[in-house]
Every structure is written in C-alpha cells, then in structure tokens.
C-alpha cells in the first residue's frame, strides 16, 4: 500500500537589504527546510510570506515597508525579521495583521514564529535539506559570513544598535561551511561581516584545530586557509587597519583574488573626525601605493558619503583630489541621509541638498573617468573570468577577478555558447567602457 504523505505547508520570502541579510535569509530557509517546509516562488503559493527588512537607511526603511504591504495585500500571512525588527510597535501599528516581528540575525524566533504560524504535519519524509544549505545566490557563488555585529560607533551608522557589537564565528565552522559550499559546487566565496578586518577581536583570536592544525580566528589566518580551498576568495568590507598589509602577499600568491572592498567614506579630515572614523588618509595613501607594488593586479573598491554636515567645499575639493591621487578601481557614493537614531542628525551645518547633488555629480564623473581609464588600460590583456550567464545567441556574460556581483562591472564575451554556469575562463579582452570589459574566450 503506497504511503500518501502530507503536504507541508509553503513559505515565501522576500529578502532586502545587503549581503547580510541575504545570508541571514539563507539561514532561515535551510532550517525551515530542513523542519520539512516548501519554498513558495509566487505569493499565491506560499503559506506564510517572510520579508527580511534593511534599516540602514531611510530609504531602504521605506522600501522595507513598501515590501511589507505588498505581501500584506497579496497575502496577508506575513512575518517581518532583519534590521527593522527593532521598531516592531511602528510596524505593528502600521499593518497589524503582521503575524510576528522578530529582530536581525534571530533565527530562533523567526523559525518559532513561522512553526507557530504554519505548523508542519509530523511526517519522517519530509525533513530533508541539502547538505550546503539553501541558497538565494546563484549556485556558484556564495556569501561566508564571518562574524556579526560591530564594535565601531560611527556618527552616520545605526548597525551597532541593529545588529549589536562585534560576535565572531569558530573558524573551524567557518571553513567547514566554505568546505560545503564549495563541495555543492560554489566556485567563489564572497566573505562579508560588518567588519572583515576585526574579525576574531572579541575572542581573543582563539586558535581552533582544522584538519590537524590550529587556525586563529583572525583575517589573515582564515584568508590563507580559505584560499586553499580551490575557489575564488573575494574580501568584502575591510577596515584599513595596519594587520589587512599581511592579507596582501596572499594576493601576490594567488591564494585570495587580488580585491578589497574598503569603505573609507571620506578623505578629509575634519569629516573623518565628525563621522567618528579614523583620520589617515596620507598614511592610507602611502599604503595602497606599497599594496600595488607586491600585488600589481590589486583592485581596491569603496564607497564614500558627499554632504555629510559640516562637509565644506575645501572638505570636498580634497577628497577630490585624493580620490584623483588613489585611484580607486571601483567607487560608490552616497549622499548624505539623516537615519533615525545616527549621531550625525544632531550635529550643525547640515550641507543643502542641491549643494549635495552638485558634489555627487562631480565625484561620480570623476570616478567614472578613472575607471573608464583603469579598463581601458586592460585592453589587450587576457583575464580569468567566472561566468554569471549565458544566453541562447552564443554570448555570456561573467566577471574578472576586479568585480564583485551585484556591485561591480561586468565582462560581456561573444563566441562562448559552449560555455556553462561557473566556469572559470581565460578571455581576452577587446574593448571597454567606464564600467565594463568586452572579449573573447581564448578556448
């Protein structure tokens, strides 16, 4: 007599926010899944909808609750976690049919919350989950969160009273689930945290056996044990701190990809000094110039905020100049937003918005030029590149070891419908703009 089992119930889930939350979102469907759960694509299907919200910003809160009315009105069944968990009476008050509101990174609480919501039907065959976990990423890509938290107190950022203060992961666990992810077939690990670089502070950077030796639990250690892996290591968010010069040789060594992502934020000093952040350009400078010399191919990404209150026009023509003077290979900007909660909003001379615009326009056509250089320079190079796409008119498309998905440019190749899905290519390159490379797959 065959065995009818029972229909578990189906969760969608609607993830905002920055690599981090997607990592969170991760988390929570893998161990749903493994309760037994099925994952919804579409509001219609699911049972109870999660929306994992971002509240770095006023913005992104807005969208946050944008996305939460959404599935209020497609489904109605909905449980808020992430960042804005922490105003869950506004919410509340806001949709209160909300079933459950549950903070950032509160895996707990929120698995508790949708088995209270939907509860599963005991059954033996329905627990089952991938080895590697669930994954919202593309499968040869993958997000390795190295810690939580942040022990910075920027004037600017609300992340320490969202997310707390520094708590890093064992290093074992960490390289055992690298170790996973890449056995699943992940081919580039994205390491992220709130702060990559001070990692392992908070316990003492207490050593951990792996495979027969001890492992600190500090960024240098992890890169190089991560970096023998096999796959891609790309370091995102690093704090300039003198301990990031020892992760360079491992570049030079092609053990990690030669690319930092660090967000300086500014160059000015008297900035540095109102956003609560360290005041070394000169010294930052001299550096980057001693990280090209030992990895040549070093690309260094990072964002900057324009218009921060007390920011003058000579604040402003200096990071210009230093930005002229540095370099960068990648830059993001953002003006100046007053975030509910951040130091910043108190402080005088708030800079007016037209005058903000005005400076984003002029960073960004400064650093679109220099990047537009920067590539060009790589016409005539042949470059490995990890392939994202490829479509049915025998292009591709895929990305160098200088970019980031998501945030960075892209490496557009003709002739590669023989190519598939991660892998990793050597490509010459023909041509490029101010974002992007343009080639051919030499194979």
Same mark, same amino acid.
Not at 316 to 330: G, I, V
């Given at each position: 007599?065959?065995?009818?089992?029972?229909?578990?119930?189906?969760?969608?889930?609607?993830?905002?926010?920055?690599?981090?939350?997607?990592?969170?979102?991760?988390?929570?469907?893998?161990?749903?899944?493994?309760? %037994?759960?099925?994952?919804?694509?579409?509001?219609?299907?699911?049972?109870?909808?999660?929306?994992?919200?971002?509240?770095?910003?006023?913005?992104?809160?807005?969208?946050?609750?944008?996305?939460?009315?959404?599935? @209020?009105?497609?489904?109605?069944?909905?449980?808020?976690?992430?960042?804005?968990?922490?105003?869950?009476?506004?919410?509340?008050?806001?949709?209160?049919?909300?079933?459950?509101?549950?903070?950032?990174?509160?895996?707990?609480?929120?698995?508790?919350?949708?088995?209270?919501?939907?509860?599963?039907?005991?059954?033996?065959?329905?627990?089952?989950?991938?080895?590697?976990?669930?994954?919202?990423?593309?499968?040869?890509?993958?997000?390795?969160?190295?810690?939580?938290?942040?022990?910075?107190?920027?004037?600017?950022?609300?992340?320490?009273? /969202?997310?707390?203060?520094?708590?890093?992961?064992?290093?074992?666990? @960490? /390289?055992?689930?690298?170790?996973?992810?890449?056995?699943?077939?992940?081919?580039?690990?994205?390491?992220?945290?709130?702060?990559?670089?001070?990692?392992?502070?908070?316990?003492?950077?207490?050593?951990?056996?792996?495979?027969?030796?001890?492992?600190?639990?500090?960024?240098?250690?992890?890169?190089?044990?991560?970096?023998?892996?096999?796959?891609?290591?790309?370091?995102?968010?690093?704090?300039?701190?003198?301990?990031?010069?020892?992760?360079?040789?491992?570049?030079?060594? %092609?053990?990690?990809?030669?690319?930092?992502?660090?967000?300086?934020?500014?160059?000015?000093?008297?900035?540095?000094?109102?956003?609560?952040?360290?005041?070394?350009?000169?010294?930052? /400078?001299?550096?980057?110039?001693?990280?090209?010399?030992?990895?040549?191919?070093?690309?260094?990404?990072?964002?900057?905020?324009?218009?921060?209150?007390?920011?003058?026009?000579?604040?402003?023509?200096?990071?210009?100049?230093?930005?002229?003077?540095?370099?960068?290979?990648?830059? %993001?900007?953002?003006?100046?937003?007053?975030?509910?909660?951040?130091?910043?909003?108190?402080?005088?001379?708030?800079?007016?918005?037209?005058?903000?615009?005005?400076?984003?326009?002029?960073?960004?056509?400064?650093?679109?030029? @220099?990047?537009?250089?920067?590539?060009?320079?790589?016409?005539?190079?042949?470059?490995?590149?990890?392939?994202?796409?490829?479509?049915?008119?025998?292009?591709?498309?895929?990305?160098?070891?200088?970019?980031?998905?998501?945030?960075?440019?892209?490496?557009?190749?003709?002739?590669? %419908?023989?190519?598939?899905?991660?892998?990793?290519?050597?490509?010459? @390159?023909?041509?490029?703009?101010?974002?992007?490379?343009?080639?051919?797959?030499?194979?």
């Amino acid at each position: 007599m065959a065995t009818i089992l029972p229909s578990p119930p189906k969760i969608g889930m609607v993830s905002l926010g920055c690599p981090k939350n997607l990592v969170d979102s991760e988390r929570i469907l893998t161990k749903l899944r493994s309760d %037994g759960y099925a994952m919804s694509p579409d509001y219609a299907g699911a049972d109870v909808v999660l929306v994992n919200t971002c509240g770095f910003l006023d913005s992104a809160k807005e969208e946050s609750l944008e996305a939460i009315g959404e599935a @209020i009105a497609e489904n109605g069944r909905v449980i808020v976690t992430g960042c804005m968990g922490k105003e869950a009476e506004m919410i509340r008050a806001k949709f209160p049919g909300i079933l459950a509101v549950t903070g950032a990174h509160q895996y707990e609480e929120v698995v508790g919350a949708v088995h209270t919501a939907a509860p599963m039907p005991p059954s033996a065959f329905l627990n089952l989950v991938p080895e590697s976990g669930l994954k919202l990423t593309p499968r040869h890509y993958s997000y390795l969160k190295i810690s939580e938290g942040c022990n910075h107190r920027c004037a600017f950022c609300i992340i320490p009273s /969202l997310r707390g203060d520094l708590v890093s992961r064992r290093p074992d666990a @960490i /390289l055992r689930e690298a170790e996973k992810l890449i056995e699943a077939g992940t081919r580039e690990l994205l390491v992220i945290s709130q702060d990559t670089s001070a990692y392992g502070v908070d316990i003492r950077h207490q050593p951990r056996m792996w495979h027969g030796n001890e492992v600190r639990a500090h960024m240098t250690d992890l890169s190089r044990e991560l970096g023998k892996l096999g796959a891609w290591v790309r370091l995102h968010y690093v704090y300039p701190y003198p301990h990031v010069d020892q992760v360079i040789p491992l570049m030079a060594e %092609g053990l990690i990809l030669p690319y930092l992502d660090i967000p300086f934020q500014h160059a000015s000093r008297n900035v540095l000094k109102l956003m609560k952040r360290p005041a070394n350009e000169t010294k930052v /400078l001299e550096r980057i110039k001693t990280w090209r010399t030992i990895a040549p191919d070093i690309a260094i990404r990072s964002t900057f905020v324009v218009g921060f209150p007390g920011e003058t026009e000579d604040d402003f023509a200096y990071l210009m100049d230093w930005l002229e003077e540095a370099q960068l290979d990648r830059v %993001g900007a953002f003006r100046f937003e007053p975030v509910e909660g951040a130091a910043a909003n108190d402080l005088p001379n708030h800079v007016p918005e037209e005058i903000k615009e005005e400076r984003y326009a002029r960073l960004m056509e400064l650093t679109a030029r @220099i990047s537009a250089d920067k590539l060009q320079a790589k016409v005539g190079r042949t470059l490995d590149v990890i392939i994202d796409a490829v479509d049915d008119e025998g292009g591709a498309t895929g990305r160098s070891k200088a970019d980031a998905p998501e945030i960075d440019g892209e490496v557009f190749l003709r002739d590669a %419908g023989h190519l598939s899905v991660g892998d990793i290519v050597a490509v010459s @390159i023909e041509d490029a703009d101010e974002h992007d490379l343009y080639g051919v797959p030499t194979v």
